[in-house]
C-alpha cells in the first residue's frame, strides 16, 4: 500500500509519462518524415527521368543535383537517421507503457503491492530516461505536449 504522497507522486510519473511518449511518438514521426523525404529527393534526382528532364540544360545543373544526393545521404548517414527513428519508436513505446502501468497503479494505489510496483515502474522510467539521453531535446515539442497532456488530465471547472 501506498502513503498518499506516493500515491500522489504515481499521479505525477503518470501524466509525465504520457506526455514523454507523446514526445518521443511525436520526434519518431518526424524523423520518418525527413527520412522518406531524403529518400524520395534522392531516387528521384538519381532516376533516368530527371535525367532526360535536364539533358538540355547546362552542364553544372547535374554536377549540382549529384552533389546534393551525396550531401542528403551523408546527412542521413552521419546523424544515424534510421538507428535514431528505432530509439525514438522504442522510446515512445516505454513510455506508454509505463503510463498505462503507472494508470494501473494509480487504480489500485491501496494494493498490498503497490509500493513494490512503484519501485519497479521506477526502475524502469530510470532505464528509458538513460536511453533518451542520446536523443535531440526539442523543449518547445515537449512543452507544447505537456500543455496538451495537463489540460487533459487537469479537473474541470463546475
Partial sequence: MLTEDQANRVWERMVESEVRSLYFADLASRNTTRKQIIIGTSFFLASGAFATLIARLPVWLP???SLLVALLTAYSMAVGLERRIGTLTKLHCQWNSLFADYERLWNHWQD????????????RANEASELATEMPNDPKSINKWAKIVYARFSPVAA
Fill in 112 to 123: 498490498e503491492d503497490a509500493e513494490e510496483v512503484l519501485e519497479r515502474l521506477i526502475r
Fill in 63 to 65: 554536377t549540382i543535383c
